[in-house]
């Protein structure tokens, strides 16, 4: 019997495991995100899909974690002074969207002729956003740490706040909830103001000794336990005191954010996210009703779309009350119009004090996950409706009858070093580029760039590519350094042109378009550090001279072959680091190898030749 159910246990992790791996990397092929496959997983392997999973609800327990888990590492790069600069946004506008969306719903439900208390509780939990998937979101777009990442981390934070007051409100509208004395609500405000208050009090005084005592015992799995009874103590010590344990990770890892420990912890902590995260929404998707969907689609249709829409409006607007531009402010509404985890928590308490019956709450949860499903297809539909940015070029020259001896294409970390020598020289030099923001900050350090795209002939010739001595290619993008340099070449053959190199391939394209000068941007500077590793470990500064003098030699000399047969040619002229023959000096040596002990010297000694 125990083998069986060990046998069926196993059967879980692997279907779990398996719905995962086959589900994401399908939707991501289809550009549909990882949290979509995640969800679609969920709902075919959960007791309203296949019945491999009964009883999703255990699962989604456990799967908490994985946003407990990330919140933590949100706080790790979350410094304290970071966070109390974005004070006003936390607490200005979160709480307005909170607050205006909270009425919005409200209406939505009294429009439908429900009670108010049920319509109450509907909005409200419908207005707490999905962290989760919002965070995901952000991370997979690389903009949490940017301006209009952090604006929507300031209103997750308040909308995880705002369970506290939620959960007195619902005790509050509850038959007999009135009851509740004062003195028992202030008590519970007061205990979660105290745990908060404890939480960064021990991290303050206790946190950083406690992890320098488990570094001294030198134990890896031991700091990886601390690090996770962190985590997870942190988040139980907020649950226990009615705030939410995504608060409580976040917390703690802000608290731990400058702590010379924090890297360690992230790397610690960083495998169980993602493993925890990808369960979570697994069993958000098991724990989609389709027998309630079925039953009741058209309410569920028309809540689904009644609160998203509202919702979005609502959170557009008071984006643009306080001065957010349109795209921004539409990103954000189409970003968090779907419900979240924690509306499972308040529709509970809900249905556990009597607002809501089963099937109401059965049915918001369905609303509530539909919701989420269809984030990352609002966002993928609104990625293709709206158009790209288009660059402000005010207060920006665009090149126009430019007469420098010199064209620079490109004013980047490369195009910037690349013009001193001329510069210092006294020479006449036209510099171009096609990001207005680098313009911008190059003209704070006196720099004059025009705006103007290489690609195309009409700003070459405007840019004075006709008329100067040289042209120096040093954009970033080597399939743009490329169509630049064939372009020039075929219109102005006899023009002189230099060009930057992302790469060895890159460098192969520029000579086969007939550039006169080439240059890879790391290979001086990596051969620089190579020789400067080499002093270093005490070699003296003419042998180095020399190893580098044959490196160069060994390059060139592959990079012709590679010019001729293909890039994997030449491969005889690398030394690799797996037992591969020396390669023999492509130049002679100026002075003949000594041995460096005695060992070495009788090697050499019985290599010789017999006279």
């Not at 589900?23 to 979509?36: E, Q, T």
């Not at 974690?65 to 006003?88: A, D, H, K, Y």
């Not at 060009?499 to 051969?527: K, M, N, P, W, Y």
């Amino acid at each position: 019997m125990a083998a069986e159910a060990a046998g069926s246990d196993l059967i879980h992790v692997v279907a779990l495991l398996a719905a995962g791996v086959v589900a994401v990397p399908i939707f991501k092929r289809a550009g549909l995100g990882s949290i979509l496959g995640y969800l679609a997983a969920g709902v075919v392997i959960g007791p309203f899909g296949t019945g491999i999973f009964s009883e999703s609800e255990a699962i989604l327990h456990v799967a908490e974690l994985g946003v407990v888990m990330f919140l933590f590492i949100i706080g790790l790069e979350m410094q304290p002074s970071r966070l109390w600069g974005l004070r006003r946004e936390i607490f200005g506008l979160g709480a307005l969207q909170v607050g205006v969306c909270a009425l919005l719903l409200t209406g939505v439900g009294l429009a439908g002729g429900f009670p108010v208390s049920q319509s109450f509780v509907a909005g409200a939990g419908f207005v707490l956003t999905s962290t989760a998937i919002v965070m995901q979101l952000l991370e997979e777009r690389g903009e949490i740490a940017a301006p209009k990442g952090q604006r929507i981390v300031s209103i997750l934070l308040l909308e995880d706040l705002a369970i506290v007051p939620l959960l007195a409100l619902i005790a509050f509208l509850a038959p007999g909830g009135a009851d509740m004395s004062v003195t028992q609500r202030l008590t519970e405000v007061g205990i979660g103001l105290a745990a908060i208050v404890g939480l960064v009090l021990a991290g303050r005084y206790l946190l950083n000794p406690f992890f320098r005592i488990l570094a001294d015992a030198r134990a890896r799995e031991v700091m990886t336990a601390a690090a996770l009874l962190v985590v997870l103590g942190s988040a139980l010590a907020m649950q226990l005191s009615g705030l939410s344990m995504a608060m409580g990770a976040f917390l703690a890892g802000v608290l731990l954010s400058e702590s010379t420990f924090r890297h360690q912890l992230e790397a610690d902590v960083e495998p169980f996210r993602g493993v925890l995260l990808g369960l979570f929404f697994l069993a958000v998707g098991m724990s989609l009703d389709l027998h309630v969907v079925a039953q009741n689609w058209r309410l569920v249709a028309i809540y689904v779309v009644a609160y998203m829409v509202i919702k979005a409006i609502g959170i557009y607007l008071v984006a643009r009350i306080l001065k957010t531009g349109h795209r921004e402010a539409l990103e954000r509404a189409v970003f968090m119009a779907q419900g979240g985890e924690f509306a499972f928590v308040l529709y509970s308490a809900a249905a556990a004090v009597g607002i809501i019956d089963s099937q109401a709450n059965a049915t918001l949860t369905a609303i509530v996950i539909i919701s989420m499903v269809l984030t990352p297809l609002a966002i993928l539909a609104l990625r293709y409706l709206t158009p790209r940015d288009e660059q402000s070029i005010e207060g920006v020259d665009i090149a126009d009858g430019l007469t420098g001896s010199v064209l620079i294409i490109g004013f980047g970390r490369f195009g910037q070093i690349a013009s001193q020598p001329l510069l210092l020289r006294g020479i006449d030099v036209s510099i171009i580029d096609n990001e207005v923001e680098m313009i911008q900050a190059a003209a704070d350090f006196g720099f004059k760039v025009y705006y103007g795209d290489g690609t195309r002939l009409d700003i070459l010739r405007a840019a004075g590519a006709g008329r100067a001595r040289a042209v120096l290619i040093c954009v970033d993008k080597p399939d743009v350094a490329v169509r630049i340099a064939k372009l020039i070449k075929a219109e102005f053959p006899l023009l002189t042109v230099l060009a930057r190199a992302f790469d060895r391939g890159t460098a192969l394209q520029l000579i086969r378009a007939d550039v006169d000068f080439q240059i890879r941007e790391t290979f001086e500077s990596a051969l620089v550090f190579g020789g400067s590793t080499l002093e270093a470990l005490g070699v003296e500064p003419e042998e180095v001279a020399e190893v580098i003098e044959d490196v160069r030699h060994r390059d060139a000399a592959r990079f012709e072959l590679q010019l001729a047969e293909g890039v994997r040619a030449g491969a005889r002229f690398l030394k690799g680091n797996i037992g591969t023959p020396i390669p023999t000096p492509l130049s002679q040596p100026r002075r003949t190898g000594q041995a460096l002990n005695e060992e070495t010297a009788g090697v050499l000694h019985k290599s010789e030749p017999a006279d």
